[in-house]
């Protein structure tokens, strides 16, 4: 049986996965290079698809691996992707908060909620028994959306980077209701959060029966 | 005021049934002269409407130009159906409303006295007020639909006021024979409805006349539409051989028996086929079904009439006898005669049943075994039936003499000479049973002393309105007489106006009124001889030929052989159709059904799981669907 | 410039692997992590069309950070759940709630 690695491997996971990673990408990018030497694609284009391959390929690791934790930080890896995504969309305050909240907070809640849950037996999960059709599902899904992009035209503007002041502006301004509805749903969801995990109050009869 | 209101002629009644019948109760009196009342004001409207039609009369021709046909849109299913309510006013409904008001409010006032003391004593009322509006809506319907309307309104009331006395098993039998019976016919008449629609599109009387006239029909299918029609007339009016509800519809109250059964609801028939007499004219095939319908039951009747003890039962086979002379008038083409008769044997045939109810409200008989002798105790009853029974018997001047003398002459004009002897000898038969009747209730011996000591004469409410209409009676005929009709301000004569149809001309034959008269005192003599004191000969007449009597007593076996059709076939049909509904439609069907939807339960419960993720994929699939189906259609 | 399709592309991928996990696994957690998966992909839709067809590219942007703070509060949320889950029953196992049946 397996144990969950201790904080000293993470190290040694984190360079392993750095170096399979990198001889996945390699091929790709030379792959890209070639076809931006040729002219066949753009600069912008050459950085967009190597970091759709990042997040694509974090993503299948995180549904894929069947260690909790490899997969816990693929998800980080494709997080990280797609701060790079808003980068490239000219949102950088955008990609700023993903990773601080989602690089930073939410996938260490998530470590946290590994820990304690799963941490002291075994970190290597099994799939449910309707993974065929989940997988069925899931290329229909993606077949539809791709179906629908590609049907659809846009009328599409030059993409110019946002200025920050008129994001605030916008943001505390038109949308300042919103914005204190999400501060007491913020305020709601952690007090919902502190019921529902807090340990009851042990009494005499519920101790000894709970299983 | 004048033609346009005539709504109100139904209106006025109706509204009052639901005020009487509602809140009776609260009302001093459980709302009887609220009742009459209005029934004097719906009869003071309808003379204004007929003096609004006098006034567009023409030489002698009524000129509507459009003025008396009213209608507003009642329902519309699309386009392709748009039924309107409407109202129509000519010369046959001028009759008819003269006679439904008449007669409705002498009976009203009559009930007063002869329903006094009675439990639902006000619910009565609102029935009767009920059954006006019925009848006047049918009177004044413009569109075969509304008038069917109405006909099932008249049908409803006559079913309730037959089964007043719901407490007596006779009573709920014969409300429910006579409401079986006479749906046979209306069922004839809704198909034939239908049918004249299907094939013009339209419910408006005028418009399918003015089409038949064009030859916008088939002939067969018009002959056969209409034969349905008069089905639903012949079981309304009592024809053979639906006639048979009427004599047992007199367990209902006498004052009832009078006004629904002899004057007014039993006429609709005749009025109906008057009304679409014109169409009628284009179809002689059906015609004449009209005419032999007629005269079979006018000969029947009459004989029936003949042996009857009961009073009431007496005149109710008079009351068939004289709608078959209608429905002759009418096989024979000729509205005025009909209407006429209609006219006078309201008013005569009502105050005989009024007069039969005084003798059993004095009495509390109504057998005559148990009556005779009637006429020193009863005198204003005794006088004023005879009235009655010398106009039935159709004895000059009295009304019956006149319109009869116009039946008969027109069976001869445009009949033949069997249905002239047929009828005539009809007429005498009438003249025999009436001397009968009069003589077996109000001369000779009382036969049960105990009800001749109680009996007494009735209080003036009653008497009254049999004085009305036995003055009614009297000289109702004369008003055929263009010197008449001027004298009262009809210009061209009342007759002339109201009871023709363009064309036709009211006329006086001296032979054939020679002719009734001579038979009819021949008759009356032959009855006065047999019935005469203690009825010696006539019971020795019996016994001379008991088959024929006990063939008349039993009906022509004609009840006895419609109950063995209803129970061989109908309950033979009823046992097929229960097995099936029990085995196949409730245990097969439904029973079969639940337990199948049971079982699959039971079976597809497994089907969740519990587990969310099954939930997810079940969902995921459908939004799928979902989305390729809005790709797909869009 | 690089085509609105490429961006829409990529979201669809993400979205139905992220979907393909939820169906797929056992793990409380690791369904949560695919939810995050299937957020991020609408953020990224709602990003790419503000930048491309609004005019002044904010208000897709506004909503992705609602979407990233409802994100964080589902998180939280959830792990609450969890974590009672994993206390009636001692596992994070889905599988193991499954009395929601006849």
């Keep these: 049986m397996r144990r969950l690695p201790l904080p000293s491997q993470f190290d040694r996971i984190i360079i392993t996965g750095g170096v399979v990673a990198g001889l996945a990408l390699a091929p790709l990018l030379l792959v890209l290079l070639v076809l931006l030497a040729v002219d066949e694609i753009t600069a912008p284009e050459f950085i967009f698809w190597l970091v759709a391959a990042v997040v694509v390929g974090g993503a299948l690791g995180t549904v894929l691996l069947p260690n909790i934790v490899y997969a816990a930080l693929s998800l980080v890896a494709t997080l990280l992707g797609v701060a790079g995504v808003y980068l490239l969309l000219g949102s950088e305050f955008l990609a700023l908060a993903q990773v601080l909240i989602y690089g930073g907070g939410v996938v260490i809640l998530l470590l946290f909620g590994l820990m304690l849950t799963n941490a002291t037996d075994d970190p290597v999960v099994s799939d449910g028994s309707q993974k065929p059709f989940a997988a069925m599902v899931g290329l229909l899904l993606a077949g539809v959306i791709v179906a629908a992009a590609y049907d659809a035209t846009w009328g599409v503007n030059e993409v110019a980077a946002s200025s920050l002041r008129a994001f605030g502006e916008q943001l505390f301004g038109d949308y300042m209701v919103p914005f204190i509805i999400i501060a007491v749903l913020l305020d709601i969801a952690l007090t919902g959060a502190y019921v529902n995990a807090r340990r009851e109050r042990a009494t005499a009869g519920d101790e000894e029966t709970s299983p | ?634 | 410039m690089i085509p609105l399709e490429n961006f829409l592309l990529l979201s669809a991928a993400l979205f139905a692997i992220g979907f393909y996990g939820v169906l797929a696994r056992r793990s409380a957690i690791l369904i949560l992590m695919s939810v995050e998966l299937m957020l991020a992909a609408v953020s990224i839709n709602l990003v790419a069309f503000a930048a491309y067809l609004d005019a002044d590219g904010l208000t897709g942007m506004i909503f992705a950070i609602f979407v990233i703070t409802v994100a964080a509060a589902e998180v939280g949320l959830a792990l609450g759940i969890v974590l009672r889950l994993y206390r009636e029953r001692r596992t994070a196992n889905v599988d193991a709630a499954d009395e929601l049946k006849w």
């Design chain 2, 1 to 634: 005021m004048g033609m346009e209101q005539v709504w109100l002629l139904p209106a006025i009644p109706a509204a009052l049934f639901v005020v009487v019948a509602l809140f009776g109760r609260l009302i001093p009196r459980q709302g009887d002269w609220l009742v009459i009342l209005g029934m004097a004001a719906t009869l003071v409207i309808g003379a204004v409407v007929i003096l609004d039609f006098q006034s567009f009369v023409v030489g002698g021709v009524f000129e509507p130009g459009g003025e008396n046909h009213y209608a507003f849109a009642w329902a519309a299913v699309g386009d392709a159906l748009a039924i309107d309510f409407s109202t129509h006013v000519d010369a046959i409904t001028v009759v008819m409303i003269t006679v439904v008001t008449v007669v409705t409010l002498m009976v009203m006032v009559y009930s007063v006295g002869y329903m006094h003391g009675e439990a639902r004593y006000g619910w009565y009322f609102a029935l009767l007020s009920f059954f006006t509006a019925a009848m006047l809506l049918l009177v004044v319907s413009g569109n075969l639909l509304q008038l069917y309307l109405a006909w099932e309104g008249v049908g409803l009331a006559s079913y309730l006021l037959i089964g007043f006395y719901w407490e007596r098993q006779s009573a709920a039998e014969a409300a429910k024979k006579a409401f079986i019976t006479t749906r046979v016919g209306d069922v004839g008449l809704l198909i034939g409805i239908i049918l004249l629609w299907r094939a013009s599109g339209t419910f408006d009387i005028q418009e399918i006349i003015a089409l038949a006239q064009a030859g916008g029909f088939d002939e067969t299918y018009l002959t056969v539409a209409m034969l349905f029609l008069f089905a639903g007339a012949a079981g309304k009016s009592a024809q053979f051989p639906l006639h048979v509800w009427l004599p047992d519809a007199m367990e209902g109250p006498t004052p009832v028996s009078a006004l629904i059964h002899a004057a007014t609801m039993v006429v609709a028939g005749v009025y109906l086929v008057a009304r679409m007499l014109p169409v009628f004219d284009t179809v002689l095939v059906a015609r004449d079904v009209v005419l032999y319908v007629g005269l079979v039951t006018a000969l029947l009747a009459a004989t029936m009439g003949l042996v009857s003890n009961d009073i009431k039962r007496v005149l109710a086979y008079s009351t068939v006898s004289q709608l078959g002379f209608m429905f002759v008038a009418l096989g024979a083409g000729s509205v005025t005669a009909a209407m006429f008769h209609l006219f006078t044997h309201a008013f005569f045939k009502s105050l005989l049943f009024l007069g039969s109810g005084s003798v059993i409200h004095a009495t509390g008989r109504q057998h005559v075994e148990y009556l005779g002798g009637l006429w020193r105790k009863m005198p204003v009853t005794g006088w004023t039936f005879l009235v009655g029974g010398l106009a039935l018997a159709g004895i000059a001047p009295l009304a019956g003499f006149w319109s009869k003398d116009e039946i008969l002459y027109e069976s001869l004009a445009h009949g033949s000479t069997a249905v002239f002897v047929t009828l005539a000898a009809t007429a005498a038969l009438t003249a025999l049973y009436t001397t009968r009747l009069v003589v077996l209730t109000f001369f000779g011996q009382p036969r049960d002393q105990a009800a001749y000591e109680h009996a007494h004469e009735s209080p003036r409410i009653m008497t009254g309105p049999l004085l009305v209409l036995a003055v009614l009676a009297a000289v109702a005929g004369v008003v055929a007489f263009d010197g008449v009709g001027e004298l009262l301000g009809f210009a061209g004569g009342i007759g002339y106006v109201v009871f023709t149809v363009k064309g036709h001309a009211f006329a006086f034959h001296p032979d054939i009124a020679a002719t009734a008269t001579v038979s009819a005192l021949l008759a009356i003599a032959v009855g006065l001889v047999y019935w005469w004191g203690t009825a010696e000969r006539a019971a020795r007449a019996r016994a001379w030929a008991p088959e024929i009597h006990r063939l008349l007593v039993n009906r022509y076996y004609l009840d006895d052989l419609y109950q063995a059709t209803i129970d061989r076939v109908v309950l033979g049909a009823a046992g097929v159709v229960a097995w099936v509904d029990d085995r196949i439609v409730n245990r097969a069907g439904v029973d079969g059904g639940a337990q199948g939807i049971g079982y699959a339960g039971l079976r597809l419960k497994f089907l969740q799981t519990g587990r969310i993720p099954n939930y997810a994929l079940a969902m995921a699939l459908g939004i799928i669907t979902l989305a390729l189906v809005a790709f797909g259609t869009s």
